[in-house]
């Protein structure tokens, strides 16, 4: 008997799965395995792209039911106004619990310095272990990336942390086949990166398709700014401008949003995410080389933070 396949053009032409329709999918995998492995998962979420777009693909994981995680910021104190307002404003609409660590508790109290550069992103290492701790999550999800840093480019995606809430990355297990192994004794946990295989232009593309809300300082608006070591770095409380340093008025956007003092703007006139999309397919230099002047100090800086606990 003779098989006959029917090329006929009258069959349903096959859906066509995009890369991003690939990436997604392997997010939210990522998240149903968490939720399946882990009794106490908590997601990092700032307000800043990159948790916007992991909280985004929970809710798509669990809907309709209610994305089944707590939310935990670190917050140094130092934070844009506008990202905090979103951050308060999203965990309202959406009827979140947020648990919210303040490194200027840890100032008030003596537990933590003030560096002598004022940069305080350094500083939100011992709150986050403490939160972790103190709440017994046991799977931390961060918005990291491998295209954003070397460091970050040798992490796996379920990444085991000590009972010190220290990474070694020589102590990194096989997921092959994308199997993940969440085993970790009393005391340690795992940091889950669900975004790890997607890059800034992804996420921009994914920002595009979904019409994912932002704040605002992600797209082109006016502000004063100062330039220090090739960065533009906004007049506020937090940055001020040194000797012989000219404040101007710039139209400019932001590409990443941590501590007000350490983190640059860029010029920029895109004012949507198809025109920053256009943007950052032209860079050349990710968005934490560009305009983090915490990863300058040393080539090895993202590296050894998170050997000491990190997100």
Known sequence: MTTVFDSSPTRPPQSIVTELDALESESIFVFREVAAEFERPVILFSGGKDSIVMLHLARKAFAPAPVPFTLLHVDTGHNFTEVLDYRDATVNALGLRLEVAKVEDYLAD????????????????????????????????????????????????????DEFG??????????????YNGKHKPGEHVRVFPLSNWTELDVWNYIEREEIALPSIYYAHERDVFERDGMLLAVGPYSQPREGETVTSRTVRYRTVGDMSCTGAVASTASSAAEVVVEVAASELTERGATRADDRVSEAAMEDRKREGYF
């Open 110 to 161: 003596g537990r933590l310095r003030e560096r002598a550069d004022g940069t305080r992103n350094p500083l939100q290492t011992v709150p986050l272990l403490d939160a972790i701790n103190g709440h017994r999550f046991d799977a931390v999800f961060g918005g990291g990336r491998r295209d954003e840093e070397r460091a970050r480019a040798k992490e796996r995606i379920f990444s085991l942390r």
């Open 166 to 179: 220290q990474w070694d990355p020589r102590n990194q297990r096989p997921e092959l086949w994308s199997l």
